[in-house]
Each structure stands twice: as C-alpha cells, then as structure tokens.
C-alpha cells in the first residue's frame, strides 16, 4: 500500500533499530514467530547477537498436532482471546507482534526460555520436505538395489 511508504514516514535505519533493540532494560533475549525473517533486517551487527526465539520453531515441536503453525491458525487454534482491533489485519507488524506474544507467553507458561530456545535451536524437517525426502530415498534403492 502506498501509504505504508509515504515520504514523511520515519525510517528505520540500522542506528535507530539498534537503538530500539538495546533501549532500557535490555533484553536477554529476542523473539519473533519467524526468525529467519526477522533477522534479515535485525542482523547480528544490530542485536550484538542476542539469542532468539522463533514461535514458528517452537510451535512446531510442541504443537506437532496443530494443522499449520503460521501465526493466525496458531491463534485461532490455540483459542486465544485476543483483542480483534490489535490483532488485525495479518501479515502487519503491530498486530502480528501482538499476536506472537500471546503465542509465546503459552510456550512460556510450557517451558522455561532456557528450554525454548533449545527448541528453537534443533531441527526441524517440515512435513513436505520428509515426504519429499522418503519419496527420494525410495527411488534411489529402487535405482541402487
């Protein structure tokens, strides 16, 4: 939308983010429902590496049930009363900051960050990707027997 870019909008530069990130108190810790995509523009240079935690990661080990693990079906799936004008529309970053902090305030009341971040840590192979990987593993001992 043009108007989430217009001229006389404030810029987040790599000064101002690193001002935000390391403001009073500062954190032991980051979050954000994906990482990989946060982290594309909070880098390392601006956190000072501060470890992560990745709702997505997390969700997806100790929600394996759960039909997806993208920050709206994890809302709606695990109930969360939520406020409907901060948590809309998606896909924003007000209210999908909201949205993941309620997510992660249920994984903390699971674990503690330590154990979280451990979480977010391991491995994940997506679902896909391990029926990919079996359809693979399946056509090369059909073709090396």
Known sequence: MEKDFASDLPRAT??????????????DMLAAHHIAFERY?????????????????????LWPEAPRHTNQILRYWLKLDLDRALASPAHRAGPDAYV??????????????????????????????????????????????
Do not use: M, Y
Not at 117 to 138: D, P, Y
């Open 41 to 61: 523009f909070l880098t390392d240079s601006i956190t000072q590496e501060l470890p992560w935690l990745c709702t997505l990661r997390i969700g997806q080990k």
């Open 14 to 27: 790599p000064e101002t983010l690193a001002a935000l990130v390391h403001r009073a108190p500062t954190p």
């Open 100 to 145: 993941t902090a309620h997510i992660l305030q249920r994984q903390l009341a699971l674990a503690p960050p330590e154990e979280l971040f451990r979480l977010t840590q391991a491995k994940h192979v997506r679902r896909g990707s391990a029926l990919r990987s079996g359809k693979q593993l399946n056509r090369q001992e059909q073709l090396f027997p």
